[in-house]
């Protein structure tokens, strides 16, 4: 099962001055939101997480270090297009290839004949000729949930997207020291940036557990 979810640091909201007044705002470059792919297995394994940032050539240097932890990606809002998906399908086939190899040390040549079948909303940025191919020739099977049902019967979404939440919002209360001065010598951009990766990941760590997923 694959879902999207996505953590912005944007702040909204009103401010109320004199007529014919503008408020005194500082001007920060606006990072908008990142979108996180999120997936896992039948038997309770998450996959590594799926980040798409808006508006990046190169990985940042204050992101580094989540190179090992998660897979990166960038379009022009952040959101997922047709194209990030196929660029995520890639390593997803190669995720599925993986465990296949692996499988065949328990179950042999079955392995690789048996199907993967991956469930998916019927969102149109996930429409991509491309994309399908590269699942057939890799014995990938998608089955997409009907319109307007994926609240009830995506697995995601019933008991994996409401503990993730939870642990966002915890996230933005508790930085201990030692991050407090980390993100003192970022930029603000940098810092929300990274806050923002920190938290996914963090928050997709404890919210993608054995029994939660099952």
Not at 7 to 18: A, T
Not at 178 to 186: A, I, N, S, Y
Not at 195 to 205: R, Y
């Amino acid at each position: 099962n694959v879902d999207e979810t996505y953590c912005s640091c944007n702040s909204k909201g009103r401010i109320v001055v004199p007529e014919g007044k503008n408020p005194f705002v500082i001007e920060e470059k606006n990072l908008g939101h990142i979108t996180a792919v999120c997936s896992f297995n039948a038997a309770g394994e998450p996959l590594m997480p799926f980040l798409i940032l808006p508006l990046l050539q190169k990985l940042p240097p204050e992101l580094s270090e989540f190179w090992n932890k998660c897979n990166f990606a960038s379009s022009p809002l952040g959101w997922m297009t047709s194209s990030i998906f196929l660029i995520w399908a890639i390593f997803f086939v190669s995720e599925v290839n993986k465990r296949r190899r692996t499988l065949m040390i328990k179950i042999g040549q079955k392995a690789l004949t048996t199907p993967c079948l991956l469930f998916l909303d019927g969102h149109k940025s996930l429409i991509n000729s491309l994309t399908l191919e590269l699942f057939v020739m890799n014995n990938i099977k998608v089955i997409v949930f009907p319109a307007h049902t994926s609240h009830v019967i995506q697995p995601f979404d019933i008991s994996v997207a409401s503990p993730l939440k939870t642990a966002l919002k915890k996230a933005k209360y508790n930085i201990p020291k030692w991050l407090e001065q980390k993100l003192q010598r970022m930029t603000a951009t940098a810092k929300n940036r990274y806050m923002m990766v920190l938290s996914l990941l963090d928050a997709w760590s404890q919210a993608a557990t054995i029994k939660n997923i099952k």
